[in-house]
């Protein structure tokens, strides 16, 4: 299985300031098929489902703020919140689709200081 | 805009079998570019694919190796709905149960729109 590891586990920022998670996976999500990295970022703030914000690695879902960015490639990802808002407080997971069974982070819990 | 809506025992004895149903509105359980997956998440073990069923011509399933022995996907075309069976439940399965989406057939393996989840506690 592709084992995906996010780091930090969690953070504490200020509002208005920069956010960044990273994710690197055990082996390369880059397809060759079609070029495009198979990884995903969700978030799910508590007591509800997990929310699609990023797919194919940097392509923000519609309706997403533009203040989540998404990068990186082959192994290693990183997601961006250029400035943190109080409704972004929620934890952040990254999954890969590159091979069955899918996986997903360890998770990265986000608060406001 | 697809909705999923789960429905299920929030309770089950040890050894029993959990089942757990999503029914989809606004696409259909047919649909050849789709695929339907359940996942669940729990502190011990994170967010955890489970397994998959999809139409292409007929149905394929595709489940995770730590379930693949006690898992079925069942698919009610009449009522646009699928679900989840897992059977001889330990506590190690306690878990909030999701049902999603995936649009497989165009590689897009992430989960565009989930179930409200399903907290299934085994206790006897």
């Known amino acids: 299985d592709v084992v995906m590891t996010q780091s930090p586990e969690s953070l504490t920022v200020s509002l208005g300031e920069g956010v960044t998670i990273n994710c690197k996976s055990s082996?390369?999500?880059?397809?060759?098929?079609?070029?495009?990295?198979?990884l995903a970022w969700y978030q799910q703030k508590p007591g509800q489902s997990p929310k699609l914000l990023i797919s194919w690695a940097s392509i923000r879902e519609s309706g997403v703020p533009d203040r989540f960015s998404g990068s990186g490639s082959g192994t290693d990802f990183t997601l961006t919140i250029s400035s943190l808002q109080a409704e972004d407080v929620a934890v952040y997971y990254c999954q890969q689709y590159s091979r069955i069974p899918w996986t997903f982070g360890q998770g990265t819990k986000l608060e406001i200081k | 805009q697809v909705q999923l809506q789960q429905s299920g025992p929030g309770l089950v004895k040890p050894s029993q079998t959990l089942s757990v149903t999503c029914a989809i509105s606004?696409?259909?359980?047919?649909?050849?570019?789709?695929?339907w997956n359940w996942i669940r998440q729990s502190p011990s073990r994170g967010l955890e694919w489970l397994g998959r069923?999809?139409?292409?011509?007929?149905?394929?399933?595709d489940y995770a190796g730590s379930v693949s022995s006690r898992m079925t996907i069942n698919v009610d075309t009449a009522n646009n709905q699928f679900s989840l069976q897992l059977n001889s439940m330990t506590p190690e399965d306690m878990a909030v149960y999701y049902c999603?989406?995936?649009?497989?057939?165009?590689?897009?393996?992430?989960?565009?729109?989930w179930g409200q989840g399903t907290l299934v506690t085994v206790s006897s």
């Open positions: 069923t999809y139409y292409r011509s007929k149905w394929g399933y």
């Open positions: 082996q390369s999500v880059l397809s060759s098929s079609n070029n495009k990295n198979n």
């Open positions: 606004g696409d259909s359980v047919t649909n050849n570019i789709a695929a």
């Open positions: 999603a989406r995936t649009l497989s057939q165009r590689g897009a393996n992430y989960f565009d729109f």
